[in-house]
Structures are given as C-alpha cells and as structure tokens.
C-alpha cells in the first residue's frame, strides 16, 4: 500500500479505477486463509494516465519494492530497498547518502515538528485514500471486474465479524472465484 501512497502523492490524486487479477499458485494451504498471494492491478488516474502495480508473497522469487514514475520530461524512480532515488531528464538527479534522511525518521520528525509549532499534521485523508486504492485493486482482483473510485467508496462489503470476542475463532471465508465472486 505504501507505493500506491507515493503514485497518489505524486499525481496529487486517487485512482478513478482498478481492474486487478491475481490468484493462488503457491499460497493455498488452509493456515493462509483466502488471500491471494499475487496481484497485478492497472490503476486509472484522471487523464487517462495510469500505474501498474504488482506485487506477490511467493517465497523464492526476485523481490522490489519501487515505484518509477514516466512521463513526457522524463522518469523517476524510487527505490528504498537499495536507498536509490533518481530523476532523469532535463534536470537529473540522484539520491547520495549525505543527504540520507531516512523517511520513516523525517516522518516523526516532521509530526514533532507540527506539535511544537503549533500547526497540525493531518495526514487522514491520504491514508485513507490509500487504503481504499488497495481495496479497490484488491475488488478488482477477486471479483474479475473493474471497480470505479465511487463503487469502492460506496461498498456494502463486510469484511468484519458483527461481534467481536477475544475468545471467539474466525472462520475462514471462502476463495474467491474472479467471474464468479460478486461484487458487492
């Protein structure tokens, strides 16, 4: 989810529409749940500009986490894993370590930084803009259909137990089916 923060933050807004796959290969023992263990989901933003996200839980296999952004002047690309930020184009630039911030360290320190001086930080609604462009790629995926922004948003899904208890044991629900499982 962290990358699709990013591909908001950059583009300055969410995805009008997913229209995801994904499946089970390895991942199907009972003690995983229904949960697939790859996606791929094409992501529409305004003006018909899109981002490709995938991602996949498969022990044994090449492993990233990136973003690269392309556009008309040129690309970017995030890559925290190896610490290498780039930008190519007109104006090219390169992450090197004397300007190492770490972003999870700027990220508190940037919230101390809004309660000293008094101006709050309220990061709410890109989190949770976020989170529903995961579950809308997610719909998309196990439903086999494409999933506007407002049908995500408008979802009467019910992921959650009506009562919760601590002594209580959750069934597991059953896989989805994409072209069988509705969309809900």
């Known amino acids: 989810m962290h990358n699709l923060d990013v591909v908001n933050w950059a583009m300055g807004t969410h995805p009008e529409q997913a229209m995801g ?6 991942r199907t023992d009972p003690k995983y749940g229904q949960i697939f263990d790859h996606f791929a989901i094409d992501y529409k933003y305004p003006n018909d500009v899109h ?3 995938m991602c996949r839980q498969i022990d044994g296999c090449a492993q990233g986490v990136y973003e690269v952004l392309v556009g008309t002047h040129g690309t970017c690309t995030t890559d925290d894993g190896r610490r ?3 930008i190519n184009g007109p104006t090219n630039w390169h992450f090197t370590r004397q300007e190492d911030n770490q972003p999870y360290v700027q990220e508190h320190a940037d919230l101390i930084a809004s309660i ?3 101006k709050p930080l309220n990061e709410l609604k890109n989190v949770a803009e976020s989170t529903l462009t995961a579950i809308m790629g ?6 086999g259909k494409a999933v506007s922004w407002e049908k995500a948003l408008n979802s009467t899904e019910e992921l959650m137990p009506t ?3 601590w002594a209580m044991s959750l069934p597991v629900g059953p ?3 994409p072209g ?5």
């Open 51 to 53: 981002l490709m996200s």
């Open 163 to 165: 009562k919760l208890d």
């Open 175 to 177: 896989v989805a089916t």
């Open 138 to 143: 997610r719909m998309s995926a196990y439903t």
């Open 116 to 118: 000293r001086e008094g």
């Open 21 to 26: 796959m994904g499946g089970r290969q390895v």
């Open 84 to 86: 290498q930020y780039k």
């Open 180 to 184: 069988k499982t509705p969309l809900v």
